[in-house]
């Protein structure tokens, strides 16, 4: 699997690429901002973008979709549990101070267990509300990563005092579902330095008890 990793927007949301190899096939995870650079990856790595998975409707995350979309042709998931957060965006641009991006529905909810991504590298697609009703993580099971947006963070986990969010929530999330996976699976989170499950499970000081 072709991975590639960076931050985008004033926020650095961390933007993932995944491509196969194989065909060329993409997929685009939380196209926050700076879409050029997006294209430009994709383009280098000579990868043909089919599928934009965003896991939650925040701004720094969902910002670039509908640009990336309309270059690309590739459709857009997102949980339906946050179309209320799309439809505050110019609110949400407010609380940047940044003009409020162009957003559409998403072509499909990304929903709890749903098979996501690309035939030779799925992801299964965990529904884990609490930073948002819509947050979803990927799991990659073959490679044992999880994308995490804005769930779980090194050494944190999302914050729950913006609009959607429910602190108790978030915990029955990771509990039920993120903290289930074994220690070796490398984390990708939504912001910031990549960790693994162990690590988090030994160290994260809001997993404890
Ligand atoms: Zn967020």
Same mark, same amino acid.
């Given at each position: 699997?072709?991975?590639?990793?960076?931050?985008?927007?004033?926020?650095e949301?961390?933007c993932?690429i995944?491509?196969?190899e194989?065909?060329?096939?993409?997929?685009?995870?939380?196209?926050g901002?700076?879409?050029p650079?997006?294209?430009?990856r994709?383009? $280098?790595?000579?990868?043909?973008?089919k599928?934009?998975? /965003?896991t939650?409707?925040?701004?720094?995350?969902?910002?670039?979709?509908?640009k990336?979309?309309?270059?690309?042709?590739?459709?857009?998931?997102?949980?339906k549990?946050?179309?209320?957060?799309?439809?505050?965006?110019?609110?949400?641009?407010g609380?940047?101070?940044?003009?409020?991006?162009?957003?559409?529905?998403?072509?499909?909810s990304?929903e709890?267990?749903?098979? /996501? #991504?690309?035939?030779?590298y799925?992801?299964?697609v965990?529904?884990?509300? #609490?930073?948002?009703? #819509?947050?979803i993580c990927?799991?990659?099971?073959a490679?044992?990563?999880?994308?995490a947006g804005?769930?779980l963070?090194?050494?944190?986990?999302?914050?729950?005092?913006?609009?959607? $969010?429910?602190?108790r929530?978030?915990?029955r999330?990771l509990h039920d579902r993120?903290?289930?996976?074994a220690?070796?699976?490398?984390v990708?989170?939504g912001?910031?330095?990549?960790?693994t499950? $162990?690590?988090?499970?030994?160290t994260?000081?809001?997993l404890?008890?």
């Amino acid at each position: 699997m072709i991975l590639e990793t960076f931050p985008v927007g004033p926020l650095e949301c961390n933007c993932t690429i995944a491509g196969d190899e194989g065909n060329g096939e993409a997929m685009v995870v939380d196209p926050g901002d700076n879409i050029p650079h997006i294209l430009a990856r994709l383009n $280098g790595l000579g990868l043909t973008l089919k599928q934009i998975v /965003v896991t939650h409707g925040h701004i720094d995350h969902v910002g670039g979709a509908v640009k990336l979309k309309q270059a690309t042709g590739a459709s857009i998931l997102l949980n339906k549990n946050d179309l209320p957060l799309l439809r505050m965006m110019d609110m949400q641009a407010g609380w940047l101070g940044v003009p409020t991006p162009e957003v559409a529905e998403p072509d499909e909810s990304a929903e709890d267990d749903m098979i /996501v #991504g690309l035939a030779a590298y799925p992801a299964t697609v965990l529904h884990t509300p #609490g930073h948002t009703q #819509g947050s979803i993580c990927l799991h990659f099971a073959a490679e044992h990563l999880l994308l995490a947006g804005d769930t779980l963070f090194a050494g944190s986990i999302g914050r729950t005092d913006l609009p959607g $969010g429910d602190g108790r929530q978030i915990l029955r999330s990771l509990h039920d579902r993120v903290m289930t996976l074994a220690d070796e699976t490398r984390v990708i989170p939504g912001h910031g330095e990549e960790t693994t499950i $162990g690590e988090e499970r030994a160290t994260n000081p809001f997993l404890r008890g």
